[in-house]
């Protein structure tokens, strides 16, 4: 029987599952919910490649346009637009995009969820299968920019394809006249990418297990 998937986030991990999901079965709905007004494009998170994470998803999983691959001696990419290619696939997949929505209600007796528009009366109402919750954890806090050169104190650091370099960094330094600035809660900047496939796999697994207990 088909499943109706609620993401209470757009996250990394919440696309790259909805897309394993989707590969699985054709007839499953999933629906991405998010506060934010755009999937992608905005708010980067760290891209630095570790050395066997490439090609972290599928090919008909990212579109055609707005994402560069990174060739051989680049070891970051841009994960903004990565995240803003795959909603676009998920979205030409059929995958129903919720953004900037509060959720009001969940009633996981009814299995059903109610979301509203901040500044308007307007609301909707989502039955599901399964629902998968935000990330609540408290992490650290760090700084990232994008610089032309990379920065004499120490950093996390990888170079984009499009020459650019990505830093992290906690403390009080700042990089001289860097392109943007970034602020990201996590653990570490060098194993995000890995982090996101890894909690994908988490999350998928938890869905069939609760598909196996129904």
Not at 15 to 28: F, G, Q, R, V
């Amino acid at each position: 029987m088909p499943d109706t998937i609620v993401f209470l986030d757009c996250a990394l991990s919440s696309m790259l599952c909805a897309h394993k999901l989707m590969d699985d079965s054709d007839e499953t709905t999933v629906h991405m919910v998010t506060d934010g007004f755009e999937v992608g494009m905005y708010g980067e998170t760290p891209g630095i490649l570790p050395l066997t994470m490439w090609p972290l998803a599928r090919p008909h999983w990212l579109s055609e346009t707005g994402f560069r691959h990174p060739e051989e001696g680049d070891t970051a990419i841009r994960s903004s637009w990565m995240k803003k290619s795959m909603a676009i696939s998920l979205a030409t997949r059929g995958a129903h995009f919720h953004t900037g929505t509060r959720t009001c209600t969940n009633n996981r007796d009814e299995r059903s969820l109610a979301l509203s528009y901040p500044g308007s009366k307007t609301s909707t109402k989502i039955s599901y299968d399964h629902i998968v919750e935000k990330d609540a954890r408290d992490l650290p806090s760090w700084n990232g920019a994008i610089v032309t050169e990379l920065p004499s104190w120490s950093c996390v650091s990888g170079k984009r394809p499009d020459g650019t370099f990505e830093v992290w960094w906690q403390g009080e330094d700042h990089p001289i006249s860097p392109l943007q600035v970034m602020q990201w809660r996590g653990l570490d900047p060098t194993t995000a990418l890995e982090s996101h496939a890894s909690l994908a796999d988490a999350k998928l697994a938890n869905i069939k297990n609760e598909r196996l207990a129904t």
